[in-house]
Each structure stands twice: as C-alpha cells, then as structure tokens.
C-alpha cells in the first residue's frame, strides 16, 4: 500500500472523527458541533433567509469531506477537493473564533452549530477547550485541519504514491 493511501485513509478518519464526534468550540453551555446543526436545523428555517440556508448547505458539504478524502485511496481527485473543503472550514473557523474574520458580519453563519446539550454528556460531542478569544476553540477543529491537510498530501502523492 503507497504512502498516498495511507494518508488518505489517515486525514479521512481523523476528519470523520472531528466531524462527528469531537465539538469546535464551546461557550458556556453551548457546543459548537456538526450534531447540532441537525438537531436544530428546524429553526433556521422559521425565518427563511438565504444566506442562512447557503451556509448550512456549504456546511453539509464540508460534513462529507472525510468521506471525499477516503475515496482518495482510489483516485486523486476527491481526496484533494475533501482536504481543501476541510483546511478551508478548520480555517475560517479559527478566524472567526479569534476575531480575525468579521467582514459583513460573516461570523454569525457559525451559529448554526450552537447547540445547548450534549448527545452524550462529557461523550458526544467530546469538548476539549484550547483557548480562544471569543469562545473556547475546542480540539475538533485542530483535528479537522490535520485531517484535511494529511488528506491533501495524499492526494498529492496519489493512490500510486511511493
């Protein structure tokens, strides 16, 4: 097996991992987590606005980024789009956490991750805080951007790799 699919399948599980189970950022009692814009989808579409509704349609397509990186093992392509997806969202929420990116106020569409309550106390999503400015960044995002850039790589190298 090339070094490619390797990290192919590596930046993919990490990112699923990040994904799904580890939250963004945390504020309070509030998670930042891919979760909670399902269990609260409901209510971005009381007041209809379409910037909302893009925003969460991007974030459903970064949601599958982990699975476009493992397809990598088979061809390039994909593995390239899904680590570019994932670098691109790790990367603008840690500019929005720290303040970096307000331009028109584009900060509020990480909103729709907010959710109040856990899926599993302490478990789902698993909230370790590393510091942030606005809120507390969480480990899940981190690991979103490794897994996203490992994905790249692979991608790079290709399936054939060395």
Known sequence: MGAGKILCILGGIITLVATFVFSFAS????????????LNIGTFFEDVKIDV?????????VMLSGILIILGVKSRVPSIIGGILAIVFAVYFILTVYGILDIANIGKY??????????????????????GELIDLS????L????????????IMGPDGF
């Open 53 to 61: 509704i893009i925003m969460i349609i991007v974030f459903i397509i």
């Open 144 to 155: 979103m951007l490794g897994g996203g850039v490992l994905g790249l790589i692979g991608g």
């Open 110 to 131: 990480v909103e729709v991750l907010k959710y109040d309550k856990a899926l599993v106390e302490g478990i789902i999503p698993f909230d370790l805080p590393l510091g």
């Open 139 to 142: 480990l899940g995002t981190y």
């Open 27 to 38: 504020a309070g009692s509030f998670y930042y987590y891919y979760l909670g814009l399902f």
